[in-house]
């Protein structure tokens, strides 16, 4: 009868063993899937920035003809975007773009025609908008490989994760020259 009973509490603690390996690894599988969602939003966002950037540059064309170089650097740092394979090589490109973008709308301030064409307003817009949708995405991905990568190097969960060969998600970062403030002058 005693050892029906030390069976029983056996085959009892290797269920429970069981069912806590699966709930762990269905979490970090769950967690891995959650990065790769946030980034795809990222994507998306930087496809739709991408996307609106070819008819801004149309549209400062027509009134800034000599401005050939600034129109390079945009159409360059575009298509470095749309060629990004990587988090890191993306967030590169990005920080690329976003330069750019700051020269572009240098030059569009030189116009007052151009700032008062609904269009070029129409397109500024919809491009501050994606921006933001950008910023927003860009944390939510940073927050969720954070839960993530804490997950994988996390006792006992580390073990899991080694087990079924879970690795780190790099973080989406900000070139240091993005974080720098820029100079304003009156």
Known sequence: MLTYIIIGIIILIVVIFAIWIVAMYNNLVGLRNRVKNAWSQIDVQLNRRADLIPNLVETV????????????EVTKARSGLMNAQTVQ????????LTGALKSLFAVAENYPDLKANQNFRDLQSQLAETEDKIAYSRQFYNDTVLMYNNKIQMFPSNLI??????????????????????KVEF
């Not at 064309?61 to 390079?72: L, M, N, P």
């Not at 090589?89 to 690329?96: D, I, L, P, V």
């Not at 080694?162 to 820029?182: K, L």
Request: charged residues 35%.
């Open 161 to 182: 994760a080694r087990q079924f060969n879970f690795t780190e998600s790099e973080f989406f970062e900000v070139e240091e020259s993005a974080r720098s403030v820029p």
């Open 61 to 72: 064309k027509g009134y800034a003809k000599h401005e050939k170089g600034v129109f390079e």
């Open 89 to 96: 090589e993306s967030a590169e490109a990005n920080n690329m």
